[in-house]
């Protein structure tokens, strides 16, 4: 069935640390997987994307890496600030080609100064 | 920088009551959804329209639901006859060209609650 989920609810990171988000995805079907961003009360807010043809891609402080050996994708943010924290979403298109998201439970990421 | 818009942020109303939910999406934009998102739970699609009609719909998408583009800017969601189960916050994404993979963004949501 559909389902992409991440290992914890909850991240409490450091200032300044990094942390690391995980997700693992089930459709090995999908070819598109995005990171999302929600702070309370708001939508959510793209920050980076991969395709399937690649394994790694670097914004501005967050990487992510795909697996498809594994099914895995993972978030990582660099130096992490107060700002950052969220809950952070990944997820994948559906290979119907509508263009329909298929989001995980997400992770709560709490910042301690 | 351009951004998705909805209105109203939040709309509470009456069991049984039929509620509209308004989203401008992104101008240049030709693909249009809507998701919805129980409190603490993840994010839902419901539905996504291209060329005037819906291309894929969800199970939660019943005949309870419907989407319109009534004209070149907004994008619309109505609920006939709310049930309690339909409180959530439901948002609104668009991305632009014809390849899956380009970024939806997303609408801020309107808070639902039904009474």
């Known amino acids: 069935g559909e389902s992409v989920g991440l290992h914890l609810p909850t991240l409490s990171v450091q200032e300044g640390d990094n942390s690391i988000i995980n997700c693992a995805y089930s459709?090995?079907?999908?070819?598109?997987f995005i990171w999302y961003k929600q702070e309370s009360g708001k939508g959510p807010q793209f920050i980076i994307d991969?395709?399937?043809?690649?394994d790694k891609r670097q914004g501005q402080r967050v990487t992510v890496l795909l697996n498809k050996t594994v099914k895995h994708l993972s978030l990582q943010i660099a130096a992490t600030q107060p700002g950052d924290s969220a809950v952070y979403f990944c997820?994948?298109?559906?290979?119907?080609?509508?263009?329909?998201?298929?989001f995980g439970q997400g992770t709560t990421l709490q910042v301690k100064p | 920088e351009p951004e998705v818009t909805q209105t109203p942020s939040h709309q509470v109303t009456q069991m049984g009551q039929e509620v509209i939910l308004r989203c401008v999406p992104i101008?240049?934009?030709?693909?249009f959804y809507w998701y919805r998102q129980i409190l603490g739970q993840k994010v839902e699609f419901l539905v996504s329209?291209?060329?005037?009609?819906?291309?894929?719909k969800s199970e939660i998408f019943d005949d309870q639901f419907s989407v319109e583009r009534p004209d070149g800017s907004n994008f619309t969601l109505k609920i006939r006859s709310t049930k309690l189960e339909d409180s959530a916050m439901y948002f609104c994404?668009?991305?632009?060209?014809?390849?899956?993979?380009?970024?939806?963004?997303f609408g801020p949501g309107t808070r639902l609650t039904v009474l």
């Open positions: 994404a668009s991305r632009d060209r014809g390849a899956s993979t380009d970024t939806q963004y």
């Open positions: 459709n090995s079907a999908s070819d598109y």
């Open positions: 991969i395709r399937s043809n690649m």
């Open positions: 997820a994948e298109n559906s290979p119907s080609n509508t263009g329909k998201l298929i």
């Open positions: 101008s240049n934009h030709l693909y």
């Open positions: 329209f291209y060329n005037n009609e819906i291309s894929e």
